[in-house]
């Protein structure tokens, strides 16, 4: 079955500065890879999704990117700010099975 | 659309009980799928229900059972529970499709003595 393995599991910036956090896949037939954040003592959010037939995805500050020949996914923020905080979670699917999540990344942002 | 609801949002139970938690889906969700959710273990996909049919299954003894309704309403239960079943369980529901972006609720957050 899937794996999703997500590196850092920790990770400290400066407020300003960028933030990457990296997923790799095992199923090469996975297709879609959503990113979600989740604040302490709230429910998992999505922030945002990328589909198999796209390279990249934007939206304001954050970016996702797919490699698809090396099975990997990676999360971009840039310009971090303290609000950024949180635990972010990378998942991936393959048509209807299950959504597979990665172990989470702690995003400390120091004002 | 209201959002995911869950109840209870939070349990106490002692070792041996079983529960029964609940779960609304958004309006027009046909699938839901719950985790348990613990500080060293992360996000653990404990089964998918969809059209009242289980479609996906994780690794979870079959202390843990769950089933859906008409009305796409799910319950999860756990019986003979141990002191090692307290989490937080969340569950969250999407369209149906593979690729449908899944939501998820608050959560309940179960703890047993």
């Known amino acids: 079955g899937e794996n999703v393995e997500q590196h850092p599991s920790t990770l400290s910036v400066q407020e300003g500065d960028s933030a990457v956090i990296k997923c790799t896949y095992s199923?090469?037939?996975?297709?879609?890879f959503p990113w979600y954040k989740q604040e302490l003592g709230k429910r998992p959010q999505l922030i945002i999704d990328i589909r198999s037939n796209v390279g990249e995805k934007k939206d304001q500050r954050i970016a996702v990117t797919l490699n698809k020949t090396a099975k990997h996914f990676s999360l971009h923020i840039t310009e971090t700010q303290p609000e950024d905080s949180a635990v972010y979670f990378c998942?991936?699917?393959?048509?209807?099975?299950?959504?597979?999540f990665g172990t989470g990344t702690r995003l400390l942002v120091s004002p | 659309k209201a959002g995911v609801t869950q109840t209870p949002r939070y349990l106490i139970k002692t070792r041996g009980q079983q529960v029964t938690l609940s779960c609304s889906p958004i309006s027009g969700h046909r699938s839901v799928s719950w985790y348990q959710q613990t500080p060293g273990q992360g996000l653990q996909f404990l089964f998918e229900y969809f059209s009242e049919t289980q479609r996906n299954k994780g690794n979870f003894p079959g202390r843990f059972s769950g089933r859906q309704f008409s009305n796409s309403r799910s319950e999860m239960n756990v019986s003979t529970l141990e002191l090692g079943d307290s989490a937080l369980y969340l569950c969250?529901?999407?369209?149906?499709?593979?690729?449908?972006?899944?939501?998820f609720g608050p959560g309940t957050r179960l703890t047993v003595l």
């Open positions: 998942a991936a699917s393959r048509g209807f099975q299950k959504l597979v």
């Open positions: 969250a529901s999407r369209g149906g499709g593979g690729e449908d972006t899944q939501y």
């Open positions: 199923d090469s037939a996975s297709n879609y």
